[in-house]
């Protein structure tokens, strides 16, 4: 028997994503210049002393696995792993039909591991938290159930998070998911209690929550905020809200406590990459007491080259830039680029972030673009300045942020060719090309 059985949700489709996710699941997505998304769920358990982990994969899961499989190989000889979990149609002929269906196709892991208590959070959030601060508070109530959650204001939280209500002794007596109008918080009418998606279980409590639901046939989505969640409330169990803005991590400073981002969208996910950036990040990657982990890869220094007097100048100001890129008398400005990003001479970057394996030309301006893997810009194109040709050619935001996807060549005439499969962008000729 383990204490503490840690499940990771990483098998969701990320559609608001497209066309990031179009060949990657969400916690795979890349993030603030080397990391994926779901490195930040697996550092905090980590940085606990939590050890036994298992990632519930599903859609478009193959760079996923590869990711944990290379980056986060635990010591099986002391007890630890963190093991991608494929779904295997293991109660019949279909796929996850929900969160807590999810749980229920692999409850083989429980009978496996024999945990006293399970931890059910989501891959897809970038957030720290001190996981062992939750889990005793969970132990010293003797919840069945035990959700995170944080203040949130009402108007965000519409339609789009779980809404708790409390009692005054944190006790959960309402929740609702997703509803249009929250209930605020008593005496804080702007604020409303959302569930942040990660839970603590009493096992022998999720076994009999996930039998009763499974019973429930059509009548049930088989989600935990949907239907397993409110029932148990209904019913009376000791279902308790644990408050996130409790938690306490060592070496956090005020201004970067209580850091969470939902990164649902395009918009969401450039802000929080933006943030990531500034000069005073609201999250601190530089807290080596609580290090974010990621596979770490062999690549060189970051390097910036010329400053020729009224010329070529090479510099990146307030931007992240990871090792193996090249800045060659080009401007980088409030931008975030991932390892091996080549961009050169008087080019301009602004506002942007830029994947892995990608080349930009010279007399290049990119503007408020997300330009994602092994993609070539050639010399003097334009994105972002544009918009007749932005709207053309590419998903553009409501917030006017060009996504350029995956393997995407911008011909200097402004032909846009779109390659059928990965290659370097070093590479002479693409193989498989298609116009759009």
């Given at each position: ?301 970051a390097k910036f ?47 942007s972030i830029i ?28 994105i972002g300045y ?51």
């Amino acid at each position: 028997m383990i204490e503490m059985l840690g499940i990771i949700m990483a098998g969701g489709r990320g559609e608001r994503l497209m066309p990031l996710t179009q060949d990657r699941a969400k916690p795979a997505v890349p993030f603030g210049g080397v990391y994926r998304i779901i490195d930040f769920v697996l550092s905090n358990f980590i940085n606990s002393k939590f050890y036994h982990l298992k990632v519930l994969t599903q859609f478009m899961s193959d760079s996923l696995i590869k990711h944990l499989l290379s980056g986060w190989n635990l010591s099986r000889q002391i007890g630890h792993c963190c093991d991608p979990v494929p779904a295997q149609m293991r109660t019949g002929e279909h796929w996850y039909t929900g969160t807590a269906d999810a749980v229920f196709q692999n409850l083989h892991l429980l009978w496996d591991t024999n945990p006293e208590h399970v931890a059910v959070f989501g891959g897809d959030h970038v957030y720290k938290m001190n996981v062992g601060e939750m889990f005793r508070f969970h132990r010293k109530r003797r919840a069945s159930l035990t959700v995170a959650c944080l203040p949130y204001p009402v108007e965000a939280a519409a339609g789009k998070f779980g809404i708790i209500e409390v009692d005054d002794k944190s006790r959960i007596i309402g929740f609702q998911e997703k509803p249009p109008n929250p209930t605020p918080i008593p005496g804080r009418p702007d604020m409303a209690l959302i569930s942040m998606g990660s839970y603590f279980w009493e096992t022998h409590s999720l076994r009999e929550a996930l039998f009763r639901d499974q019973a429930k046939g059509e009548n049930s989505s088989h989600d935990f905020g949907k239907d397993v969640i409110p029932d148990m409330v209904s019913r009376g169990e000791a279902v308790y809200a644990y408050d996130y803005s409790l938690n306490w991590i060592p070496g956090e400073g005020e201004r970067e406590k209580h850091y969470w981002r939902d990164v649902g969208t395009l918009d969401s996910y450039w802000e929080a990459n933006m943030e990531v950036r500034s000069v005073h990040p609201p999250i601190n990657l530089y807290n080596y007491k609580w290090p974010i982990r990621t596979l770490m890869r062999p690549f060189p220094p970051a390097k910036f080259v010329f400053a020729e007097k009224g010329g070529r100048f090479g510099q990146a100001v307030d931007s992240v830039i990871a090792s193996g890129s090249i800045v060659s008398g080009a401007t980088v400005l409030n931008s975030v680029l991932f390892h091996n990003v080549f961009v050169h001479s008087y080019t301009l970057v602004e506002g942007s972030i830029i994947f892995s394996d990608c080349e930009i030309g010279r007399h290049v301006r990119l503007r408020n673009a997300i330009v994602d893997k092994s993609c070539i810009i050639e010399d003097g194109v334009e994105i972002g300045y544009n918009p007749e040709f932005d709207n053309k050619h590419f998903t553009v935001t409501p917030g006017g942020i060009v996504i350029i996807p995956k393997w995407t060549k911008i011909s200097s005439s402004g032909e846009v060719t779109r390659l059928k499969g990965p290659y370097s962008p070093y590479e002479e000729e693409a193989p498989d090309a298609t116009t759009i």
